[in-house]
């Protein structure tokens, strides 16, 4: 069965240093996600990517934040400077459409430790 | 800016019981996904109901989306401990400037206890 996958797993940096998190979404979707959830709460959008170009970012997603589809398989989520508050569990989803409820389906997460 | 609120946030259960999980809001929303995680883990969609008044069934577990489409409930009938985990609602809009964003509650965790 497809599914969404995302490397690494865990990473630690220290504060101030840029992150790249990596995500292969499934093969013939079209639209791609970054979501994260703090410990403890909830799951937030961060920002949804559709045709080469970002179609709604969230507060959260500033300057520091960006995305590229690199090839036609990866998804990344960098992050320029990273600050203590960036540690959280990152997720990227896609979905083949987004009307009707459009199904997305979640990779399994980068844990993100900003020290 | 659109909320979900799910009740209750926590739930301990012995092998058997059912239970209700709510997810509500003030706004319509054009689908209602449901989602189970584990620890560590990702979401993992269990259901999408999309119509007003739609009633969905996956095994043991039914799920309803409310005839004005602010809010939905999760019943799980004779829960087991293979049950437990963390219950995700999350709410999508369609329209013109859909752009599958999904706004999600804060979660259930439900622990079903042999």
């Known amino acids: 069965e497809p599914e969404v996958t995302q490397t690494p797993s865990h990473q630690v940096t220290q504060m101030g240093q840029e992150v790249i998190l990596r995500c292969v979404p499934i093969?013939?979707?079209?639209?791609f996600y970054w979501y994260r959830q703090i410990l403890g709460q909830k799951v937030e959008f961060l920002v949804s990517f559709y045709n080469n170009e970002i179609s709604e970012k969230s507060e959260i997603f500033d300057d520091q934040f960006s995305v590229e589809r690199p090839d036609g398989s990866n998804f990344t989520l960098k992050i320029r400077s990273t600050k203590l508050e960036d540690s959280a569990m990152y997720f990227c989803?896609?979905?083949?459409?987004?009307?009707?409820?459009?199904?997305?389906?979640f990779g399994p997460g980068t844990r993100l430790t900003v020290l | 800016t659109q909320l979900l609120e799910q009740s209750p946030q926590f739930l301990s259960i012995q092998e058997g019981e059912n239970l209700t999980v709510y997810c509500n809001s003030s706004?319509?929303?054009?689908?209602l996904q449901w989602y189970r995680q584990e620890p560590g883990e990702g979401p993992v969609l269990l259901v999408t109901?999309?119509?007003?008044?739609e009633v969905k069934k996956l095994k043991r577990l039914t799920f309803q989306f409310g005839d004005a489409r602010k809010d939905s409930s999760l019943h799980i009938t004779a829960a087991q401990p293979g049950d437990t985990g963390l219950y995700l609602c999350?709410?999508?809009?369609?329209?013109?400037?859909?752009?599958?964003?999904?706004?999600f509650g804060q979660g259930t965790t439900l622990q079903v206890k042999p």
């Open positions: 109901v999309v119509t007003g008044g």
């Open positions: 999350a709410g999508g809009n369609d329209g013109s400037s859909n752009t599958g964003k999904l706004i």
């Open positions: 706004s319509v929303f054009s689908s």
């Open positions: 093969s013939n979707h079209l639209y």
């Open positions: 989803a896609s979905s083949e459409s987004t009307s009707g409820g459009g199904e997305q389906f």
